[in-house]
């Protein structure tokens, strides 16, 4: 039950309907319907929460305000503060973040026999990985193929994406799935092995491989514990603040601070892999955010200080269904697979206003026109939401699928009195992925000799929006294969030599020209959230 | 102010807004979190905690983010606990009953108290899921341990010293790459992709994706949707 009364008798409304809105099967917008509604609804088209940077490669590219200004933020060290001929870590390859990407990237590394070692400024495991609930893709039953896949994720993206980073995700895919299971990952199987698998926003065949909806963290606690069982030395706590290069202008390592006593240490290393995951905790145009508390962005800040180009760094995703209501779990996640097995989309009426597998931007801009323009929205003190029908799973389904496939969904809103069974829930967009990032090839190189990027830092293989179980995809095709190429390179490069942090002092002098003056201090490394007393 | 609460982080007393769950306490009590914070959502055990309520005797595990502030709450976060992880190689072990008693022999020392079951942050069946192990029977642990976030407080409130996240933990492993049956239409998909049967038609999209941008659009609009 609501503890608002008012929204116990507006959730009847919808009960109410249950039944015809469960046979109805609401048609998909056209392409120019969706353009349009795309264009006057979402977020990324609102020009003036955005700032054209006026410093280093991406001059000239507008990106979200807040980002900006960590771009062109003040570095946290300068060069005199460390001594880089003094490392106090020597690796080949340096994996900059503890998440699917990096600990993936890691196993490769290793796997290879490379010397590998992970940072992380908070624990292996603190990413949004853990909290992917929906699923993972991969075209892997007879009626699908990767090529298939490819359309399904290109189009989704609007056409954007770079087509050899959609080949390696899709045609990786499978082998992707496999690599996992044979580490002891738990996917839900039919008893004679056969994937459980469901649609997704934008999927044209049913490709989502899922852990019930603990999908990513299944997969990233068997991931860290493989690392673990590697040895693969993991520093936690410890953030990297910049990139070192090497008298060629390569990458050579970083230094690291301690985010508790504060310590300046040097990395050094021959190749370095940035995969320090998204930016919700930025919380662009005031959204809540689903994203973990270290999703700051830094990864491209660390990559575009020392020359590594931006693509697509504008778009971002808002997840369509983010929580609406109560307060204490408000922005939180709402997997989509509360929509793939079957909940409808409904509004203060109680009416169906769009077909629930829209891709997301598409989704999310529906369910903003639904609370604006058309003035549908079901109004709380947090503001306005709509009605996803979570019942509608069970009177399609069958009593105890919900406990069965969406777990982790009844807990979250069963410790407010929501039992979600039998109560509709209220959700509204939220801050969820960033589509851009660091402009890779596929090989996970960025522009900058030596450093690579893995995982949502990276950009370029979803377009401009990126469909639901794609990303704990990537993270794992592209994770690995960061590792496996960084390692290759670190066997055929030198000891570095001549480190240096000169970039730190260039890019503060191009701020100065451009008439820049920043105290914000970037990375940001953790969000703010600590009350200041009066 | 609306209705305010007493709580007690680490013994001090703070005057909180009823409401909050006890990690915005904290940051409303002016704390900047580093340690006992993590995803925020309830997947990553970072912030186990244990609380008591002023008077009474039982002591609760819950995560900090996903626990409401009460009247008179004592408040102690855990963001670090020891567990003891045994390190194999996954390829070299076989899931027979002898593994569990090799790497994790403590939990045949289980006395039965049932502690860890009442501490558990996702009131999962804990001292269950251990019996299952100790049998062996690690398809049943792996299920009944599924939504486990490895926060570590069963283990804090364990006589015998069992690491149960870490037990569960090898379970899983053990179900998802030798137990649970084995996937033909993923192996078979995987030597296709190997055997290169899809490369000429991704080739095909790919070039499409660069020349023939309309061409493309058209195939994605008027694709066929599975029901």
């Known amino acids: 039950m609501y503890k608002v009364e008012k929204l116990n008798e507006l959730a009847k409304v919808v009960a109410a309907k249950r039944?015809?809105?469960?046979?109805?099967?609401?048609?998909?917008?056209?392409?120019?319907?969706?353009?349009?509604?795309?264009?006057?609804?979402?977020?990324?088209?609102?020009?003036?929460?955005?700032?054209?940077?006026?410093?280093?490669?991406?001059?000239?590219?507008?990106?979200?305000?807040?980002?900006?200004?960590?771009?062109?933020?003040?570095?946290?060290?300068?060069?005199?503060?460390v001594d880089l001929s003094k490392p106090d870590y020597v690796t080949d390859v340096l994996i900059i973040g503890g998440g699917g990407a990096g600990a993936s990237a890691a196993i490769e590394a290793d796997e290879a026999g490379a010397k590998a070692m992970i940072v992380t400024k908070l624990r292996i495991g603190d990413a949004n990985t853990m909290m992917a609930e929906g699923g993972i893709q991969a075209a892997d039953k007879p009626n699908d193929s990767p090529a298939i896949h490819y359309l399904d994720a290109f189009g989704g993206g609007h056409f954007a994406a770079k087509p050899e980073l959609v080949k390696k995700l899709v045609t990786k895919a499978p082998e992707a799935i496999q690599w996992l299971n044979k580490l002891g990952v738990e996917f839900d199987k039919e008893a004679d092995g056969t994937m459980v698998t469901t649609h997704g926003g934008g999927t044209s065949r049913k490709r989502m491989h899922a852990a019930k909806d603990y999908s990513g963290a299944e997969i990233m606690r068997t991931l860290r514990d493989e690392v673990l069982n590697r040895g693969i030395p993991v520093v936690d706590f410890t953030a990297a603040v910049e990139i070192i290069l090497d008298k060629n202008g390569k990458a050579a390592g970083a230094v690291l601070m301690n985010m508790e006593t504060k310590e300046l240490l040097v990395a050094k290393a021959k190749t370095v892999i940035i995969a320090t995951g998204g930016a919700g905790r930025l919380h662009y145009q005031g959204f809540p955010t689903s994203n973990h508390y270290g999703a700051t962005a830094d990864g491209l800040i660390l990559g575009y200080r020392v020359g590594a180009k931006l693509l697509y760094a504008d778009t971002l995703?808002?997840?369509?269904?983010?929580?609406?209501?109560?307060?204490?779990?408000?922005?939180?996640?709402?997997?989509?697979k509360v929509r793939s097995l079957g909940a409808k989309l409904v509004n203060i009426d109680g009416d169906v206003f769009m077909h629930p597998l829209e891709t997301r931007d598409v989704t999310a801009a529906s369910i903003i026109?639904?609370?604006?323009?058309?003035?549908?929205?079901?109004?709380?003190?947090?503001?306005?939401?709509?009605?996803?029908?979570?019942?509608?799973?069970?009177?399609k389904n069958g009593e105890g699928t919900i406990e069965k496939r969406i777990p982790a969904m009844m807990r979250m809103f069963g410790k407010y009195g929501i039992d979600i069974r039998k109560e509709p829930i209220l959700v509204y967009p939220t801050l969820h992925y960033?589509?851009?990032?660091?402009?890779?090839?596929?090989?996970?190189?960025?522009?900058?000799?030596?450093?690579?990027?893995?995982?949502?830092?990276?950009?370029?293989?979803?377009?401009?929006?990126?469909?639901?179980?794609?990303?704990?995809?990537?993270?794992?095709?592209?994770?690995?294969?960061?590792?496996?190429?960084?390692?290759?390179?670190?066997?055929?490069?030198?000891?570095?030599e001549g480190l240096t942090l000169e970039h730190i002092e260039r890019f503060n002098k191009e701020l100065a020209a451009a008439g820049i003056s920043s105290e914000t201090a970037s990375p940001m490394l953790l969000p703010h959230y600590a009350r200041k007393s009066k | 102010m609306d209705n305010m609460i007493n709580v007690y982080l680490f013994g001090k007393k703070y005057q909180v807004p009823a409401g909050l769950t006890i990690m915005t306490a904290m940051e409303y009590a002016g704390y900047e979190l580093v340690r006992g914070c993590g995803c925020r959502n309830g997947f990553c055990g970072a912030c186990a905690t244990i609380y008591r309520i002023k008077g009474e005797s039982q002591l609760h595990g819950c995560l900090a983010c996903q626990t409401e502030v009460q009247e008179n709450m004592y408040v102690a976060t855990l963001p670090f606990f020891p567990l003891e992880k045994k390190i194999y190689n996954i390829e070299d072990i076989k899931p027979d009953q002898q593994v569990m008693m090799q790497l994790y022999p403590e939990i045949y020392a289980c006395v039965g108290c049932n502690a860890c079951t009442k501490a558990c942050t996702q009131e999962l069946n804990v001292m269950q899921y251990i019996a299952y192990a100790q049998r062996g029977e690690y398809d049943k642990c792996a299920e009944e341990s599924f939504d486990c976030v490895m926060c570590g407080v069963c283990s804090s409130r364990c006589p015998a010293g069992i690491s149960h996240p870490q037990v569960a933990m090898l379970a899983r492993r053990l179900n998802g790459k030798?137990?649970?049956?084995?996937?033909?239409?993923?192996?078979?998909?995987?030597?296709?992709v190997n055997e290169g049967i899809f490369d000429e038609k991704i080739k095909e999209l790919m070039t499409k994706s660069v020349d023939d941008i309309e061409e493309i659009k058209a195939m994605y609009n008027s694709r066929e949707i599975e029901k």
């Not at chain 1, 977020?43 to 000239?60: H, I, R, S, W």
């Not at chain 1, 995703?317 to 989509?336: C, D, K, R, W």
Request: charged share 25%.
């Open chain 1, 369 to 395: 026109r639904e609370c604006t323009e058309r003035g549908k929205g079901v109004e709380t003190d947090l503001g306005k939401a709509v009605w996803l029908d979570t019942p509608m799973i069970e009177y």
């Open chain 1, 317 to 336: 995703q808002y997840h369509p269904t983010g929580t609406g209501y109560p307060e204490q779990i408000f922005g939180a996640l709402v997997t989509e």
């Open chain 2, 178 to 192: 030798y137990i649970a049956p084995e996937c033909g239409h993923l192996n078979d998909r995987v030597n296709e």
């Open chain 1, 434 to 496: 960033q589509n851009g990032g660091l402009d890779i090839s596929d090989d996970c190189a960025t522009g900058v000799e030596n450093l690579y990027a893995a995982g949502e830092v990276a950009g370029g293989i979803h377009g401009r929006n990126r469909l639901m179980g794609n990303s704990l995809l990537d993270v794992i095709v592209f994770g690995r294969n960061a590792g496996i190429y960084a390692a290759a390179k670190a066997k055929e490069t030198a000891e570095p």
């Open chain 1, 19 to 81: 039944a015809d809105n469960a046979a109805l099967e609401p048609r998909r917008m056209t392409a120019d319907e969706k353009d349009t509604l795309l264009a006057s609804f979402h977020p990324d088209y609102k020009q003036d929460e955005f700032t054209v940077l006026t410093a280093g490669v991406n001059k000239g590219d507008k990106v979200p305000t807040q980002l900006a200004a960590l771009l062109q933020g003040k570095s946290r060290i300068s060069a005199s503060d």
